[in-house]
């Protein structure tokens, strides 16, 4: 580049689905569970409805053989079926392997016998399968999600900043330890009661002024932010970077997010460089669930499926940077956005930036955006409206470009 950023933030994810060479992980949390499914397995936590049956998910437990810590998960099929027909609560471990297996574990990690695994799905057939089907939307809803990252865009009239309540609660109150009735009569025993409250008081006290030192800390950091969002945001270089930061920070990106951004000499413009995933980062399939059996069933997507999936991804993902500027920014009026993704140089065998995009898009022509319908926003199309420089072909293969360098 022909220019040097002056600010680099590293955006962590905030949503659960994570891109990672070995294939699609994310955390789910839905109302009675905590699942996870992964390139390694799945793991989290659940009660499930109406069952009496709890479960406990956890992969990576050694070999899944740790010797059994006792309870009431360690009998054979006859005591498990007798502790669940009791009504009893079973705490259990259960393992997804790539292929969508689901095998069962005691809560010490010790494998089930086939035996007790059937008693189980005997037992919670309905409430696993109702479970496992809905985590399967969950994890096809958030591999949809990165083709339409778009559509979570505000609106550049976005209101100012609101400022946040301290929500940490003050300590309980104390109350002082009153002697009991015998203490009144013993002098010695009522001054150690005396002193052991004293002692409660001043630990009390210590917890107190701790607390209002963060309430303190709390609301000047957030008044001091309200401040450089109503006023410093229109020509305060600083003021501008922080904003920035903070609001790109708040987004909910799929993957961890490399952001280098600098503005113009006049503060009216900004480039934004962005590190964008490569292909085969991209997750490759889908979950489904067979209509009579408790697993789960991976979908491989088409590579046609897969490169619009990407294509959407990397252009929504400017898409959603420019949303951020022009409505946090309100004093620039032109940003320039550009993606780029880490490739390997066939002539020297090193790795090096390939530049996929570079759009130039100016406020008045953000302002044409109907954001009210974002839904109906093709981000590849959407880019292309502005000034574009982008060498993709009809199949959305990407070859290198010179992006737009900062005035």
Known sequence: MAFRFQRRIRLAPGVRLN?????????VGPRGASLSVGPSGVHGHAGVPGTG???????????????????????????????????DSLPLRLEIDESGQVSYFHA??????????????????????????????????????????????????????????????????????????????????????????????AEFDERYRAWEWRKAEHDAAEFARYQRESD???????AMQETLRERL?????????????????????IAVDVELPGEEEMPGQTWGMPPKQLKLSPRKLSATRQRKLYRDHVHGIAFRVLGAVFARLPGVQEARVSGYRQV?????????DQYLYSVK????QWLKIHFDRLDEIDPVAALEAFTLRRDMTRTGIFRDIEPFKLV
Not at 64 to 82: M, V, W
Not at 115 to 136: F, P
Not at 249 to 265: H, Y
Not at 344 to 352: S, V
């Open 108 to 201: 010490d990690g010790t494998s089930m016998s086939d035996g007790e695994a059937r008693v189980v799905r005997r037992h919670a057939e309905a409430s696993l399968r109702s479970e496992l089907q809905a985590h399967c939307e969950r994890l096809n809803a958030d591999l949809d999600r990165l083709g339409r990252l778009h559509e979570e865009t505000p609106p550049p009239e976005v209101a100012g900043y609101e400022m946040r309540d301290f929500e940490e609660p003050p300590p309980p109150p104390f109350r002082p330890l009153a002697p009991r009735w015998w203490q009144v009569f013993w002098p010695p025993a009522r001054q150690r009661r005396e002193a052991q409250s004293r002692r409660l008081r």
């Open 19 to 27: 891109l990672s060479k070995r294939g699609l992980g994310l955390s």
């Open 249 to 269: 920070e708040e987004i909910d990106w799929p993957r961890e997010t490399l952001i280098d951004f600098d503005l113009g000499s006049d503060v009216t413009t």
């Open 344 to 352: 390997t140089d066939p002539a020297t065998g090193g790795r090096r």
């Open 53 to 87: 049956l709890a479960y406990r998910q956890k992969l990576n437990v050694g070999d899944g053989h740790s010797p059994r810590g006792g309870g009431a998960a360690g009998g054979d099929a006859a005591a498990l079926e007798a502790l669940l027909v009791e009504g």
């Open 361 to 364: 898009v100016s406020r008045a």
């Open 232 to 238: 410093g945001v229109w020509d305060d270089p600083d």
